[in-house]
């Protein structure tokens, strides 16, 4: 459907070596290969050395449903653009480098999101675009047609697009560095926004790169030169250093099983028909899966830990899973967890696995390890939990653990195949 275009130094993709002082080279079959720094990597920005696993999973359950309120406020308003750049924003992220001087930021990949979105280079309360240091910024205009994209945009004294959705920002565009998954780096002009409602400088360094379904986000800039594809690797969600992997483009060819992928309000769905345990499946009516106007849907994003259920969904599965596998709750575990058992999860065996069911007969299995979390040494929790009223579920990153995911945005397929990062990026190569 979509003509594969090579890429050269004469697109707006152009190889650079001189922004990380590394070795270039073109990236192959108009793809490129991002690595995925987890948030409690010792590599990433927000890594914290005193925290304990325990520590890290109990904060994962707060991060989970505070991203579950922030995209169930989103099914309500119908926005697909992100918020403020918040100092604990993100769980996975990507090394980039943006403007000429080049400055070093870590964006976190959001597939919810519309818009790559950074602090502006020099944070301040009320700016305009001359305090952007970079000699490689330039304004978007107002009378853009990509100024019209963005939300409540308005122009400044000098005739730029500014816009505003929980921040006030400068649409702009400038060169942006990344450093590829081999050490290689290349450089794209991006439009982006360009956040100034900054009081501190404390966040400086981050960013989001938004992978959403809007003209404006980083996969569909880089359309006009490769296809519209992206495919990521999460790998083990409980091992923070284990390689993590993001192509974007050419590089991924669907595999394995493909489902259909939906937009709805913004935010990428899957059509999911019912859940079994083993050959025995629940009863659930298929209408809990479905859109409603008062939410519903099930949305597919790796900025959640968690899996959050339609509650009827949920609370069937609990009873089957709890009989299953004979399990007794701990009575009033405490916040944020909601069902918790005594004992160690690596005590659970015959497990027949939990299988979603999507549309196209796509089925994906998930173990013990998708299901549950070890919250300290003698208890563990069920890392599904209900959604509110209205049922909107979300299939978060313990779901899509050891899983290539893969979105076909010109087709509106996904794809599920179980394989280890590394084997997955020899394999595109």
């Not at 090394?95 to 790559?116: I, N, R, W, Y």
């Not at 978007?140 to 004294?157: E, F, K, Q, W, Y």
């Not at 992997?245 to 935010?267: A, H, P």
Request: charged residues 15%.
């Amino acid at each position: 459907m979509y003509k594969q275009t090579h890429l050269t130094t004469k697109t707006i993709l152009v190889i650079v070596s001189s922004v990380f002082a590394l070795t270039s080279s073109q990236p192959s079959q108009g793809s490129i290969h991002l690595s995925l720094i987890h948030r409690d990597s010792s590599l990433s920005p927000l890594y914290n050395p005193q925290e304990s696993p325990y520590d890290r999973v109990r904060s994962s359950f707060v991060r989970s449903k505070a991203r579950l309120s922030f995209l169930i406020d989103r099914v309500v308003d119908g926005g697909d653009f992100q918020g403020k750049v918040q100092a604990d924003d993100g769980e996975y992220f990507v090394k980039l480098s943006v403007g000429t001087p080049p400055s070093q930021m870590f964006a976190s990949m959001d597939t919810a999101s519309a818009l790559v979105l950074t602090q502006c280079l020099q944070p301040c309360i009320s700016c305009d675009t001359n305090q952007i240091i970079s000699t490689t910024y330039h304004n978007i205009t107002c009378t853009s047609s990509n100024c019209a994209l963005v939300p409540n945009n308005a122009c400044d004294s000098s005739n730029s697009c500014t816009f505003s959705y929980r921040s006030n920002s400068l649409l702009g565009s400038d060169v942006f560095a990344f450093e590829t998954s081999n050490g290689d780096a290349f450089s794209l002009n991006v439009i982006y926004g360009c956040e100034y409602d900054q009081e501190s400088t404390t966040n400086q360094n981050n960013g989001i790169l938004g992978l959403g379904y809007h003209n404006l986000s980083l996969i569909k800039q880089i359309s006009s030169i490769t296809e519209p594809k992206f495919t990521y690797c999460l790998g083990n969600n409980s091992d923070p250093e284990a390689y993590r992997l993001l192509v974007l483009g050419n590089g991924f060819f669907l595999e394995g099983q493909t489902t259909t992928l939906k937009v709805i309000d913004g935010k990428y769905n899957l059509v999911l028909e019912s859940l079994s345990i083993g050959k025995r499946k629940l009863l659930i009516p298929p209408e809990v899966f479905q859109p409603s106007p008062l939410g519903g849907g099930v949305i597919i994003d790796a900025e959640t830990t968690l899996t959050f259920l339609a509650p009827y969904a949920y609370y069937e599965l609990v009873g089957e899973l709890e009989k299953e596998l004979g399990l007794v709750m701990v009575v009033w575990p405490d916040p944020p967890y909601e069902r918790c058992y005594n004992g160690k999860i690596n005590d659970i065996r015959n497990f027949r696995g939990l299988i979603f069911h999507f549309e196209r007969e796509v089925n994906v299995l998930l173990d013990v390890d998708s299901l549950f979390l070890q919250v300290e040494d003698g208890m563990f929790c069920l890392a599904v939990l209900p959604s509110p009223v209205g049922g909107t579920s979300i299939l978060g990153s313990l779901f899509q653990q050891y899983y290539s995911v893969g979105y076909h945005l010109g087709e509106m397929l996904v794809s599920f195949q179980k394989i280890e990062c590394e084997v997955l990026e020899k394999h595109i190569s």
